[in-house]
């Protein structure tokens, strides 16, 4: 299994759609967790935190399940500008600062 | 207050040259990190560095790759005798570290790299 592995889409979905993607981690000590989003050819940007509590940003929503090891990000009422890649990224426990990224999970917002 | 700045955007080389590329941190970090994105996949993390220190390099191909950060100036990524298969993005990203509370990186916008 893989460290981390996210489906990667794409997932293509109209304007002002709801859509989620998830992403699971195979390390159960894993501490700390992003999701970042890369544009074609761009560099990653990060998006958002995400918190043992969940975490909301607008039309964002992270959240983290612990007991089945995975993260998810929800995105509300979807714009055109959303289509993009949404990378997730764990670091493990232990003093580790490597991140892990997974591959991304492609989103096309179609009018 | 500039982001990360990486030089060159673009690089060729030819088989067999070295490539150099630079990467300047966010004012106020001191940790540096080099990835390498083949075309249609993830992140590859090479190597974390901060100030005058490699603190891990496991993800540097043993043979031909170095990268270090001066007390003084950009951390560089060095590759020598460059091949076909070096062709990538290379990405450079700063954070402030655990003693700055954050394992949140910043993005440089890239070096991209062909050798012909």
């Known amino acids: 299994r893989k460290e981390v592995e996210q489906d990667p889409g794409p997932f293509n979905v109209p304007e002002g759609a709801t859509v989620a993607f998830n992403c699971t981690y195979s390390?159960?000590?894993?501490?700390?967790f992003f999701w970042y989003r890369q544009d074609c050819r761009k560099e990653p940007k990060l998006l958002m935190s995400?918190?043992?509590s969940g975490n909301e940003d607008g039309r964002f929503t992270a959240q983290l399940n612990r007991a089945s090891q995975y993260i998810s990000l929800l995105i509300r009422d979807s714009k055109l500008s959303d289509s993009a890649t949404y990378l997730c990224?764990?670091?493990?426990?232990?003093?580790?600062?490597?991140?892990?990224f997974g591959r991304g999970t492609s989103l096309i917002v179609h009018p | 207050n500039a982001g990360v700045m990486q030089n060159p955007r673009h690089l060729v080389r030819r088989r067999g040259q070295e490539a150099r590329l630079r990467c300047s941190p966010m004012?106020?970090?001191?940790?540096v990190y080099w990835y390498r994105q083949l075309p249609e996949e993830g992140l590859k993390f090479m190597v974390y560095?901060?100030?005058?220190?490699?603190?891990?390099e496991s993800g540097m191909p043993k043979e031909r790759f170095s990268a270090e950060f001066p007390k003084e100036g950009p951390s560089i990524l060095r590759i020598q005798q460059v091949v076909r298969g070096d062709s990538a993005a290379y990405f450079c990203?700063?954070?402030?570290?655990?003693?700055?509370?954050?394992?949140?990186?910043?993005f440089g916008p890239g070096t991209r790299l062909t050798v012909t």
């Open positions: 990224v764990v670091y493990a426990s232990g003093g580790s600062y490597i991140p892990t």
């Open positions: 390390n159960s000590a894993s501490q700390s």
């Open positions: 560095l901060q100030k005058e220190n490699i603190i891990d």
């Open positions: 990203a700063s954070s402030s570290g655990l003693a700055g509370g954050s394992f949140e990186q910043y």
């Open positions: 995400v918190y043992s």
């Open positions: 004012k106020g970090h001191s940790h």
